[in-house]
């Protein structure tokens, strides 16, 4: 199975006819199109409505996750039902199968990283900063835990280790993921990670465990090659 991946289209009301030309190339080299959160620009219908006529002559499965740009405008969830009405799959803490792969996604969160993951302590206004990190990695291996496929796929947002942020300012990274996704994906195993958001990150990583992580942010690939996304064979 081939899956394109892309993130980061931030889709606004003017964005109209510049996207199909790319969903068309989509559609021709993939079985499967993924689209990594930052969907629409400050999240607001108008923007989805624009996205889904660009997306309107692909007929690939489409699986996405939200981005934070698309919870700016406090629509997300009129989001989400555009899209579903649409066909394409919006994965939030949850999975699904495409033939014999399973893939799970969730948006993720901020946090840090590692020895600088930042703990739930002190003021309420922190501990609830991290409980939501936290929740959203919880929600994760629930997921996961479902899938018993033989191929497996993550698709995430935020990032989940810090190797694929390096070119961002070090100040942001905790705002940029956590490892406490990577720690979720690592206890169950999967053949894939992708994420955007970091649109000056680095296009390539490691879990601690090593399975392969790719930032797939457009900005970020358009960096390394002619095309703002990227195929994979699952
Ligand atoms: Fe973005
Ligand atoms: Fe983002």
Known sequence: MKVAAIADLHCRANSAGT??????QLEQQ??????????????????????????SGTTRPLLAVLGNHDHEGDQAAQLVEMMAARGITVLDGTACEIGSTGFVGTKGFCGGFNMQLVQPFGEQALKKFILASIDEAVRLE???????NPKKMAILHYAPIRETLDGESPELFAFLGS??????????RVDLIVHG??????PSGRTPLGTPVY?????VLLR???????????
């Open 19 to 24: 996207l199909k030309p790319l969903f068309q």
């Open 30 to 55: 993939a079985d499967v199109i993924v689209l990594a959160g930052d969907l629409t620009d400050s999240g607001l219908p108008a923007e989805m409505e624009v996205l889904l006529e660009e997306l």
């Open 197 to 202: 958001h970091a649109h000056h990150g680095a």
């Open 142 to 148: 629930n997921a996961l835990a479902k899938l018993q």
């Open 179 to 188: 490892s406490r996704l990577a720690n979720a994906l690592d206890r169950h």
């Open 215 to 219: 930032n797939v942010s457009r900005f």
């Open 224 to 234: 390394f090659s002619e095309f703002p996304y990227r195929i994979f064979e699952l």
